[in-house]
């Protein structure tokens, strides 16, 4: 009932934008196509938009997610000469991550920057994100998104859930926080660590002999000041922008998940644009893609000094304690690879098909 109402909401709030921008001045042609609450492309890329297609996103302005959004519209505008117009609306604006990808399913926004981890729900076979331990670099992760055979299979499974996926970046690896010094496999052992209301990172941080604890993200910082759990995961831009690092000794550089960001757009408007318009979108995505990973770099090794100058220290794991953990998650790929297809999952896993 609630999920209802905010989806009334945010249609509403959508329908006062488009009707205030086609008071107050905005001119073009075609104004006759418009396609589940937002205007379609027109045929010639020349003929300028009425008004800005809607991106939304639910991270704050200051994350790589937005940098990559605002990357991809900037592109988008530069390739058509200004005609082709999108609008970053960050911060939950318009939702939050769920109610954004289902608004973008039905239609009532077209584009979505977003974490992959809450797409699970609607696309399962895109749990393959949640394989634990399966690359040792971020260069090995970007070449795997970066193979063209590979990239198509997870293609498909967007464009089944309703969606055309232009884009993947990253934040770097997801990595624990803690107040114990790990260094052997038993370290982990008995820890409560915050984790998303996911099932397979459940899994992992079990597999671990560690405690998980779904928790709101507005809570953790309480929640380890206050010693009502002792650890987290989450990229490093999240441990600096919240600030947790300030209630923790230790950042362990478990390096158990890459925290992928997807650029989507709803397939059945992407599909009634034109080629021109098409390609400029598709090219634009490739270069956001570069720009937003070449930034999470340099702001990856800003927030380490940052933390490393507040006396919290980073501790690397010795290739024993992760192989030992990579050994630990054997359940946790069965369990994926049972709920996945499996040319996808072998794809991913780097096995012969």
């Known amino acids: 009932m609630c999920g209802q109402k905010t989806k009334q909401i945010l249609r509403m709030l959508i329908c006062c934008l488009l009707l205030s921008v086609s008071i107050f001045g905005c001119t073009g042609e075609n104004s006759s196509k418009k396609s589940k609450g937002f205007q379609n492309g027109d045929s ?92 040792d670099t971020l260069e090995e992760c970007r070449k795997k998104l970066d193979d063209k055979d590979f990239y198509s299979l997870v293609q498909k499974v967007y464009e089944k859930g309703g969606y055309k996926l232009l884009g993947m970046a990253d934040q770097g690896f ?56 002792d650890a987290q995961e989450n990229p490093y831009e999240v441990i600096v922008s919240n600030r947790l690092y300030e209630q923790q000794d230790y950042i362990i550089e478990t390096n158990h998940l890459p925290h992928l960001i997807s650029l989507v757009v709803n397939d059945e408007f992407y599909q009634k644009l034109s080629e021109s318009q098409q390609k400029i979108m598709e090219e634009a995505a490739l270069t956001a893609v570069k720009y937003a990973r070449n930034t999470s770099d340099s702001r990856i090794a800003d927030r380490i000094k940052i933390i490393e100058e507040s006396g919290t220290k980073i501790i690397k794991l010795s290739d024993e304690l992760k192989r030992q953990q990579k050994e630990a998650a054997a359940s946790v790929y069965k369990k994926i690879e049972e709920n996945t297809d499996s040319t996808l999952y072998k794809a991913y896993m780097k096995l012969d098909r």
């Open 174 to 229: 997801r990595v624990m926080s803690s107040n114990k010094n790990v260094q052997k496999f038993s370290d982990f052992k008995g820890q409560k660590i915050r984790t998303m209301e996911n099932p397979y990172h459940l899994e992992f941080w079990k597999a671990l002999k560690s405690n998980p604890t779904p928790m709101s993200f507005s809570e953790v910082y309480i929640g380890l000041q206050q010693n009502t759990i």
């Open 44 to 135: 010639e890329i020349k003929k300028e938009q009425r008004y800005a297609w809607p991106l939304a996103t639910a991270s704050p302005e200051d994350t790589v997610t937005h940098i990559f959004a605002e990357k991809f519209t900037e592109e988008v505008k530069r390739l058509s000469d200004g005609a082709m117009k999108i609008q970053v609306y960050p911060n939950s604006t318009l939702g939050g991550d769920r109610e954004l990808l289902e608004s973008c399913r039905d239609g009532d926004i077209p584009f979505v920057v977003q974490n992959t981890a809450p797409q699970v729900t609607f696309m399962p076979e895109l749990s393959i994100f949640d394989l634990p331990c399966v690359f």
